[in-house]
């Protein structure tokens, strides 16, 4: 509560912030409704497959090289 109290007071959530948080909240809960119904029919090897691939695309897309 204390962190929500400092983020508000700082003037950190705009409309605009606010907007774009509640505009991505439906693809968000999408993903996480997907995740849960598919990961029982994974098997271990492939969740960890996937988990990896996940974290490689995290990686290459945050390299500074894409900056410009």
């Known amino acids: 509560m204390a962190t929500l109290?400092?983020?508000l007071a700082g003037g950190m959530i705009?409309?605009?912030r606010?907007?774009?948080g509640l505009a991505g909240a439906p693809v968000?809960?999408?993903g996480i409704l997907a995740g849960?119904?598919?990961f029982p029919l994974a098997t271990a090897a492939a969740y960890?497959?996937?988990?990896f691939?996940?974290?490689l695309f995290a990686v290459t897309?945050?390299?500074p090289l894409w900056d410009g």
């Open 18 to 20: 606010l907007a774009l």
């Open 36 to 38: 849960r119904a598919l």
């Open 28 to 30: 968000y809960l999408v």
């Open 48 to 51: 960890r497959r996937i988990a």
């Open 14 to 16: 705009t409309e605009e």
């Open 5 to 7: 109290a400092n983020v």
């Open 61 to 63: 897309t945050a390299l």
């Open 53 to 55: 691939a996940v974290i």
